[in-house]
């Protein structure tokens, strides 16, 4: 099966992230999301370069997307509270680390059906 049109841009963005390149990597990042608004990786992906860039505002709201897609995965909670914490957020920055640390001990933010 050949890789999507979002893989692909994934790739590239992750390689132009490798070499410094962080404004393309954020653009491709951006039509990643665009393609497929469920994509957490190309959120969190996102969220961390605009971090980078100092676009912290931004970030964040990558950063609460890729926590709605997987609100149980402690990395995105991890970055959020680091995103929350530049942009001075304290209040909200406990929270998405008390979520971390929840997770990090083997508990679940929000239990999924099924």
């Not at 608004?37 to 970030?59: I, N, R």
Request: net charge negative; with cysteine.
């Amino acid at each position: 099966m050949p890789d999507s049109e979002r893989d692909l841009l994934f790739d590239d963005a992750n390689g132009a992230l490798a070499v410094g390149e962080l404004d393309e990597a954020a653009a491709l990042y951006r039509r990643c999301v665009a393609l497929d608004p469920g994509f957490f990786d190309g959120w969190h992906a996102l969220g961390m370069c605009l971090l980078k860039l100092g676009e912290v505002k931004e970030a964040i709201g990558c950063g609460l997307q890729a926590t709605t897609l997987r609100p149980n995965d402690l990395l995105a909670w991890t970055a959020l509270s680091q995103m929350y914490v530049r942009d001075g957020q304290i209040a909200e920055a406990e929270f998405a680390k008390g979520n971390a640390r929840i997770l990090s001990l083997g508990g679940k933010v929000l239990r999924t059906e099924g």
